[in-house]
């Protein structure tokens, strides 16, 4: 990692990705404005291919600091609950962190289980902020006081998961503890601590997501990141009843752009809804100089459990790799499925997709659960679903 004045510049083939925290960015630049910030050329650059590929390193490592769960919701992806078997010491964690530091990895996302039931958490945020890694985190809210949010300011983004206002709240859950989530967010606000919420997306809070971002805004968030509902850990014995209908795939993108521009919240999504995003039609060159992809999953970001068991996602499994070893290991793309380079075995209809080198064939967790076979297609896809004649 390079620093210039209060920036970070990883190198890569392309350029280089660029970070700052105040506001707070990532950005993936091409070789000249590396040259601008004052940096000399990098052996990377001998490459006569300039477009994003492979990376170097993640730019961001998702870690469940712990499997401890009590919220018990029937959808969790991780089957949180109780701690993991091998779950890292406080020393193991921050050997991991220098790791990843030591690769480049810009951002650390914190999260469970439920974060707050570990007692080293705030141990091991500072820590990663020292030796350079932005911690972020989740978490369900409970027991959050406004001495703990205070805390929090170590955090670079902290999120509440929360899938809708009052009675959606417990759409998945099962459970309605929307009043300690929201009384979470609020002491976050308070704390000035930069606070937005984690909403999975499937069916039945679809047609609440207009008063979710009306809640964000008066309640003073300044984010929402949306997360499609997956087939992983026990939500996948109800996914089809749950998961988002096909005319929501469609409607997705246009109606989060719509509400985040009418309420002044920024809308997020992840990876496995930019198949729908795709379906709009956006200039494949605008998505990659965003950084836009589908399925990230071994390149851009990888999973690691509590008991440092890497995956390519966290929802997808485990690829064999323990974290300590992540930095010898991480160039070896087989054993993430191969998932980074997907588009190079791509079949129809996503070979003959202008999108296919950036979407790289949508959730590979959806086509795992769905299909059994994790290089299909993603059903879920508009664009797919049209080639192959679907309805519904």
């Given at each position: ?57 993640p730019t961001e490592v998702h870690f469940a600091i712990t499997n401890r769960c009590d919220a018990g919701c029937p959808h969790c992806y991780m089957d949180a609950g109780a701690p993991e078997e091998g779950e890292l010491s406080t020393r ?107 909403c999975v997306v499937g069916r039945d809070n679809f047609p609440g997501l207009s008063d979710l971002f009306a809640y964000v805004r008066d309640r003073g968030g300044n984010e929402i990141e949306f997360l499609r509902y997956k087939p992983a ?144 297609p993603d059903p879920g896809c508009p664009r797919v679903r049209e080639a192959l004649g679907s309805s519904g």
């Amino acid at each position: 990692m390079n620093r210039v004045g209060d920036l970070k510049a990883r190198y890569e083939t392309f350029g280089g990705i660029v970070s700052g925290d105040d506001p707070p960015f990532l950005a993936w630049v091409d070789r000249q404005y590396m040259r601008e910030l004052g940096l000399l050329p990098s052996p990377l650059w001998d490459a006569a291919d300039e477009s994003v590929g492979l990376l170097t390193a993640p730019t961001e490592v998702h870690f469940a600091i712990t499997n401890r769960c009590d919220a018990g919701c029937p959808h969790c992806y991780m089957d949180a609950g109780a701690p993991e078997e091998g779950e890292l010491s406080t020393r193991g964690f921050m050997e991991v962190l220098d790791v990843l530091a030591g690769m480049g990895v810009f951002h650390v996302a914190l999260g469970g289980g439920e974060a707050l039931l570990r007692p080293d958490l705030f141990e091991i945020a500072q820590y990663a902020r020292d030796i350079g890694l932005v911690p972020n985190l989740t978490t369900s809210g409970y027991g959050l006081s406004p001495e703990l949010a205070e805390r929090m300011r170590i955090f670079g983004q902290v999120n509440v998961s929360m899938d809708g206002v009052g009675d959606l709240y417990g759409v998945f859950r099962g459970v309605d503890r929307f009043p300690e989530a929201d009384r979470a967010l609020g002491f976050l606000v308070d704390a000035g601590v930069p606070a937005g919420i984690n909403c999975v997306v499937g069916r039945d809070n679809f047609p609440g997501l207009s008063d979710l971002f009306a809640y964000v805004r008066d309640r003073g968030g300044n984010e929402i990141e949306f997360l499609r509902y997956k087939p992983a850990g026990r939500g996948q014995g109800r996914y089809r009843e749950l998961c988002t209908t096909p005319r929501q795939n469609e409607r997705i993108v246009p109606d989060l752009a719509r509400l985040s521009g009418d309420r002044g919240v920024a809308a997020k999504i992840d990876c496995s809804f930019v198949p729908m995003l795709c379906f709009h039609g956006p200039p494949p060159e605008a998505l990659e100089a965003m950084a836009t992809f589908g399925c990230e999953a071994g390149n851009v970001l990888l999973g690691v459990r509590a008991n440092g068991a890497v995956c390519g996602c966290s929802f997808l499994p485990a690829s064999g790799i323990q974290a300590r070893d992540l930095a010898s290991a991480f160039p070896d793309k087989s054993r993430f499925h191969d998932l980074p380079s997907w588009h190079e075995r791509a079949p129809e209809p996503c070979r003959s997709c202008e999108y296919v080198v950036l979407c790289k064939g949508g959730c590979h967790a959806v086509t795992l659960h769905e299909n059994g076979d994790i290089m299909a297609p993603d059903p879920g896809c508009p664009r797919v679903r049209e080639a192959l004649g679907s309805s519904g």
